[in-house]
């Protein structure tokens, strides 16, 4: 009976050993590098918030194009989606750099990639030549 009872708990230690270590990179707060790793809902987050940012400034520039912003709204509207943006990526940045370093996606989209708007440290967009593809090939 002894034996039955050691047999029984020493199955529930190991088994409860097993699902700590099989769980463990799924609970949050542990990270592998002694949790200098950005957490990954943060970087989602701005992640999601650049891509917006982007989206409404090709929006402004196909209102202004199509007419339905003058050139002053245009403008102040750019002015402020660029500046927003800019702060959008510096945050993310500074996630980034306190994690593994930058992604290989966020530094192409940040050059042009994925026809995303290149924005440059001044806040205004690095012009793409005219009938250049946005990441199609012809």
Excluded: C, N
């Amino acid at each position: 009976m002894a034996t039955d009872t050691l047999a029984a708990i020493l199955t529930l230690a190991l088994l409860a050993l097993v699902i700590v270590l099989l769980t463990g990179p799924f609970r949050p707060g542990r990270h592998g590098e002694g949790g200098s790793e950005p957490a990954p809902d943060e970087l989602v987050t701005l992640e999601a918030q650049r891509e917006a940012k982007y989206r409404e400034i090709r929006d402004a520039e196909l209102d202004f194009r199509t007419g339905k912003l003058s050139a002053d709204d245009h403008a102040l509207v750019v002015a402020t989606l660029r500046a927003e943006a800019i702060d959008i990526l510096k945050r993310l940045r500074r996630l980034e750099g306190a994690g593994e370093g930058r992604s290989a996606r966020a530094g192409a989209e940040e050059a042009g990639g994925e026809g995303a708007p290149a924005i440059a440290a001044s806040g205004r967009p690095t012009p793409r030549p005219r009938g250049a593809s946005k990441g199609r090939s012809r």
